[in-house]
């Protein structure tokens, strides 16, 4: 296939609702360079394993940089379909090979025939552990040399503090929510007092039940506000330190649950927000800084009562959630 070079200019509009589904990935230069940068300056000679390939877009980096071999894993069978179409009209069918399989589970078994030196993989989401990084971090062990790997290497985050109730602007959305059904406007109830008793109550009673609860996502960027306190990589997850995994109990692709979960002692309403990170070496991105893709909303959470926050990535329910001790 001859190299095709397009104007920075260029757009193509899409018709395909399979290729549409990974625009905003693969249309984010800043993710794709991350990704890119890694690969090139490892993969040269090295036998790549991509899992969760999509569009097969990590896979084409591997190779261009010179992979010995890659095999592509993709559970989705039209994508793998894509995957295997572009990456053979741009290197030689040799070089790669595009599995259709679920790879957290034994449908992988005897499709990978040699040691992998590079795992990579983009099985990251919004949340960071919501497409299941952990799951192939552990799924890929018995595939990887000793010395292997892994793009990303890291899954951390940080948890900024704010000491008051602050306003963080919420992700615009293309509809207009009926805020008078789950709202409280205290000034139509004509009585301040009251108004302040009933939302009083309300926080009481759903601490005493203990509901775990979603916490709100925002694409504003949380480091442009100064916080009164930053807990650095307050989690911390690697390949080689997973943390507690549970099996079994859930259909694909929720059956590896990684217990992730960290608390926070409050005593006067704060404001938390949670900025997620992933890493190769000494570079770091901070996922909020996504162009077009989910990556770009943050978790945070308004602590309007005293008391232990323990926050729970929830994979079945998605996304972070938490339950409050009152105090």
């Not at 991509?50 to 940089?65: E, H, K, P």
């Not at 179409?85 to 040699?114: A, E, H, M, P």
């Not at 979960?261 to 927000?273: H, V």
Request: glycine share 4%.
């Amino acid at each position: 296939m001859n190299n095709k070079i397009f104007s920075p200019l260029t757009k193509i509009p899409i018709e395909s609702k399979e290729i549409s589904n990974f625009l905003v990935m693969i249309n984010d230069r800043w993710r794709n360079k991350f990704y890119a940068d890694a690969l090139c300056s490892a993969a040269k000679d090295k036998v790549v394993l991509d899992v969760g390939t999509g569009t097969g877009i990590l896979s084409a980096y591997a190779l261009q940089a010179g992979a010995k071999f890659v095999f592509a894993v993709e559970n989705n069978a039209e994508y793998a379909k894509i995957a295997q179409y572009t990456l053979s009209r741009c290197f030689d069918q040799s070089r790669f090979k595009v599995i259709n399989c679920d790879f957290w589970s034994d449908q992988i078994d005897g499709q990978i025939d040699r040691e992998i030196d590079i795992l990579v993989s983009e099985t990251v989401g919004p949340d960071l552990f919501d497409q299941g990084m952990c799951s192939t971090w552990h799924c890929a062990k018995p595939f990887l040399a000793s010395n292997a790997i892994s793009i990303p290497d890291r899954l951390h985050c940080d948890v900024h503090v704010w000491n008051e109730i602050i306003h963080i602007p919420r992700r615009s959305r293309l509809w207009t929510e009926n805020d008078s059904e789950t709202h409280l406007y205290p000034a139509e109830l004509l009585i301040d007092n009251f108004a302040a008793a009933l939302v009083e109550y309300d926080q009481i009673q759903h601490a005493a039940a203990g509901i775990r609860t979603r916490l709100k996502q925002t694409n504003f960027k949380l480091y442009n506000m100064m916080p009164d306190v930053i807990h650095t990589d307050l989690i911390d997850i690697t390949k080689n330190t997973l943390p507690l995994l549970e099996f079994g109990k859930y259909d694909y692709p929720d059956h590896v649950m990684a217990k992730i979960e960290f608390s926070l002692n409050i005593d006067t309403p704060k404001t938390i927000g949670i900025l997620n990170k992933i890493s190769y070496l000494n570079n770091t991105l901070f996922l909020q800084d996504a162009m077009y893709m989910p990556w770009k909303y943050s978790p945070y959470l308004h602590c309007t009562l005293p008391g232990t926050y323990t926050f729970t990535f929830d994979r079945i329910r998605g996304g972070w959630h938490y339950n409050i001790i009152t105090k």
